[in-house]
């Protein structure tokens, strides 16, 4: 089968992998309908991340089930499934708990498996694929598709930061998982949520997700003009979805006090002053999205035609040209870019 495989910091090729195949009782083979870039496959391509060797990329998949273990009960040959990109049993009791990213059976899909493929084997498919109603008309499958990581993740980023009604909500990053927590804010019932975004394209889908405000301003100015829209105390609910020192620390102070700070974005050396977190009593909860949680609920939500995720994709390339992909988003010419195998 073809695959992306990164060799070096921007160095990323289409290249012949191996056809995966069955190796234990609880695995599925699915063949992949979609797949996509995430902003997380650009640390390694700048170089920030380090990998060793060539390495198989890719995390977000949906596709069509063709081949299952014995053990294998509720997925079927046929059936049309979403995944998330860390593999979760669903039973385990911390999986019971609702954090199925911190699964005694955790295993993060870009590390092992690599989905930006033709096919994928996906270990423990009872607990991590999760079938649709049907097969999906084709014009369901971009937001299927988002539901396998950066909705998931920006729901639970809203959930995490307590979105709800009567709330203010600061979202920092304006990329896809900043987007879909706008959305999940305001499906949460969020009365305002303040965009920080410098972009007028990222801006524009902030608004159609249901942002309210467009905050421009970043650093202490970004904290200033948050407490400004929020009568000088800070938003209720703050959403970190960049992973920088920068966004990080602007998150922590545009928070209120007793307010909820969830935080999402990938981070690489990020140092928080323990003093500061100390004063600025506040609630945080992040991390890796448990998206298998929520990935029931937002499949029928997408079925049902009440949210349009897949928006969030704003240039589509055959998986050939994934190299093209990856050298858009690291200019920021596309938000994120989805691959047809």
Known sequence: MRGVVMHAPGDVRVEQREDPQIIEPTDAIIRLTATCICGSDLWPYRGIEKLEGPHAMGHEYVGVVEQVGEQVKNVKVGDFVVGSFVISDNTCEICQAGFQSKCVHAEFVHATIGTQAEKARIPQADGTLVPTPAQPDPELIPSLLAASDVLGTGWFAAAAAQAGPGKTVAVVG?????????????????ERIIAMSRHADRQALA????????????????????????????????????????????AVGATRGGGHLGYVGVNYDVTIPGIELFFAGIHTLGGPAPVRRFLPELIQLIWDRKIDPGKVFDLELPLEEAPDGYKAMNERRAVKVLLRP
């Open 207 to 250: 608004r159609y997700y249901g942002a309210t405000d467009i905050v421009e301003e970043r650093g202490d100015e970004g904290v200033a003009k948050i407490k400004e829209l929020s009568g000088g105390l800070g938003a209720h609910s703050v959403i970190e979805a960049v992973g920088t020192q920068e966004s990080f620390m602007q």
């Open 174 to 190: 304006d990329g896809a998982v900043g987007l879909m927590a706008i959305l999940a804010a305001k499906e949460l019932g969020a």
